[in-house]
Structures are given as C-alpha cells and as structure tokens.
C-alpha cells in the first residue's frame, strides 16, 4: 500500500487492494486575459448572473465579500476553489501544515510538484490562478485561543474545515461572539455531514462534542452510544467527528435510533494535526469523492449566506450516505446548558462593557 491511498483504503469497502498510479497530467496553461477587466467580469461570471437570485446585483455583492477558510486541506480544496471561481472579493485560508503525499487523494489544489510546500502557499498560488480577480489573504498559521479571533477577522462567513474538534469548537465560539455565520462539515469514509452554525441556532457542543476528545486514549472498538443521523445497514458509518478527531467513551444523545451494532468509526482515531499520521492504524477514512461532495455543499451554504438568498442550515443538519446516494435532513436543537454558547455570550457582555467604558472615556 501506497502512502498515497491511506485515508481510502482505511474505508472497509475499498481495502488494501495495491493501486497503480495514474498519469499526471500537466497543469493547463492559464487562459490568456483579453479585453479590458470591465468586459471579462461579466463573462467570467454570466452563468451566474443569469440566475434569478443572484443576478448583477448578487455578483456585486459577492465581489465586496470576505470569507475565512479555517483548513486547506480534503474540504477546503473544493470550498476555496468554488468561492474563488464564484467571485468572492477576498478569501482568507488558515493552514499550518504542509504537502504530504497522503493528502494527494483528496486534495486537489496541490500536485506532487507541491510535496513538501507549506499549504497556505500552494493554496494561494493555485487560487490565484483559477482567479486573478479575488483577493487571496495566505495566513501559515495554527488556530490557538490565543490567535483565533485575529486569524479569522473581520469576515462575513466562516467555513470549518479544520481536522481537530478543539480548533472546530474553538472557530465556532469565536463566530458565535462576533456573530459571524460559519458553515461545518465532516467526513468519514463514504459518509458526510454539513450544518450552519449562528443566532440561536445549535453548534457542535450541543450535539455533544466537547475538546476533550482530542486528547482522548487508548480507545478500541466499541459500540458506544453515539450521536446517529439516519439509519444505517450494519457497518456503514456517518462521521458525528469531523475529520481527524478522536472517538470518545461519553455517551451522546443520539438524534435518531440506530440500528444495534452500527458504529461511527470501527477503529477510533487519534487526532495528530493536519495529515501527519504515522500508519493507516491512525489514518481516518477518507474518499476524495465524498470529500468534494462535502466541500461543495459548504461551499453552496457560504454562497447561500452572502447572498442573503433563505435556507441557510441552521439547527439543520444535512447528513450524506455515499453508500446509498441518499441525503437526509435532521433537525437539530441547541442545548440549554451549551458551555460553548455560555462562554461566547459571555465574551460579548465583556466586549460590550469595554466598548461602553471606552465611548465614557472619549
């Protein structure tokens, strides 16, 4: 087995079968600017004006837009790549890691010319590319409480595709304070997940993810209770853990019964941070395929927001099985004693108490 093919052959339907390589293709020449720049906008993005909810006015207000992509990596790619191809006026990316082969089969910004290259570099070089228009903000850096609310700035959405449940929780919180819409997603296998996070709706933590589970140990194969979407056949699998994090020995309410024996993750997996995962022991399961599927309908729910356009998910979470090609809605409700909530609310009594004492001052 490749490095390469890791997080796929981790999935129980595909196996360590051995995978030829395929032929590289080289990367197609940039298409040669004509014309002045007032007459290649609206034929860059004509097909998207000609839809009723977007129109000039929607392009024009997509073009004024900031958007933070928290994670470059299986999700990101597809999420950055379909703003900037949108005309979003400037996407931010925050990545710390850098190329490892074993991202190759899923994320499809970077080639094997980028193996060994900080992600947010190759990100942005590639971005650039696919639209010279945009602004792309490059920021090689970890997400820490520390840094959290600079790194993610002033932005109008949000869009999670980080790999660690801490950094999820800890973006959520500070969207959650500065009342910035952040859109979730995760992967495991053939299965999938998207929600919005924002108002009043519910985050992560209310459905029963909690830090901790990042540092989590020694766990094996159990049939612990976990949080279920849809009915499953004995086997298959969701991901209530995004990408990259750890299974955990707490009990979660589930939003929906399960059938006895079905698991979320048949091997839990500790989180080591980007893709650095020392065997396919560790590897999370993860087909390129369900990973654009996710990426894109994060990136559909960020293009939903900026546009003001209805139906953004929250308290809405959209659950996918691969396996079936189904897509299933499951509501969900905020928890009333949510810490993450509780210390986000109170952030913005503290922010609004200073704001109060500095206009006294002035």
Do not use: W
Request: hydrophobic letters at 30%; a neutral charge; one cysteine or more.
């Amino acid at each position: 087995m490749t490095k390469r093919y890791q997080r796929q052959e981790a999935i129980d339907r595909i196996g360590t079968e051995e995978h030829r390589m395929p032929e590289q293709y080289q990367r197609q020449e940039a298409i040669a600017q004509t014309g002045t720049e007032e007459h290649r906008m609206p034929e860059r993005y004509q097909r998207q004006e000609a839809i009723d909810r977007i129109g000039t006015g929607g392009q024009r207000r997509l073009a004024r837009a900031r958007v933070t992509v928290a994670g470059a990596g299986g999700l990101g790619s597809p999420v950055l790549t379909y703003l900037a191809q949108a005309g979003v006026g400037t996407l931010r990316l925050i990545d710390f890691d850098t190329v490892s082969l074993s991202n190759l089969n899923r994320q499809f910004l970077y080639t094997e010319n980028d193996l060994g290259r900080k992600k947010a570099d190759a990100a942005k070089e590639r971005l650039e590319l696919l639209n010279s228009e945009i602004r792309v903000e490059a920021l090689d850096a970890k997400l820490t409480e520390e840094n959290a609310e600079k790194l993610i700035g002033h932005a109008d959405v949000v869009v999670n595709c980080l790999d660690s449940i801490s950094a999820r929780l800890l973006a959520e919180e500070v969207c959650i304070r500065k009342r910035i819409p952040l859109v979730e997603g995760g992967i495991s296998g053939f299965f999938g997940f998207v929600m919005c996070v924002g108002g009043d709706g519910p985050c992560l933590e209310c459905l029963g993810y909690d830090r901790s589970m990042d540092r989590s140990e020694g766990c094996q194969d159990s049939d612990r209770s976990m949080n279920r979407g849809t009915e499953r056949r004995k086997g298959d699998r969701l991901p209530d853990r995004p990408e990259g994090c750890q299974d955990s020995d707490r009990p979660i309410n589930r939003i929906t019964e399960r059938r006895n024996g079905d698991r979320l993750l048949d091997r839990p997996v500790e989180s080591v941070g980007g893709d650095r995962l020392p065997d396919q022991e560790t590897a999370v399961p993860a087909l390129g395929a369900v990973a654009g599927v996710i990426g894109s309908l994060q990136a559909v729910e960020c293009l939903k927001i900026l546009l003001g356009t209805d139906g953004p998910r929250y308290g809405r979470m959209l659950q996918y099985d691969g396996i079936s090609g189904t897509l299933e809605e499951v509501l969900v409700k905020r928890k009333e004693d949510c810490q993450l909530h509780r210390r986000a609310e109170a952030g913005v009594e503290v922010r609004r108490r200073s704001e109060k004492e500095t206009c006294r001052g002035q």
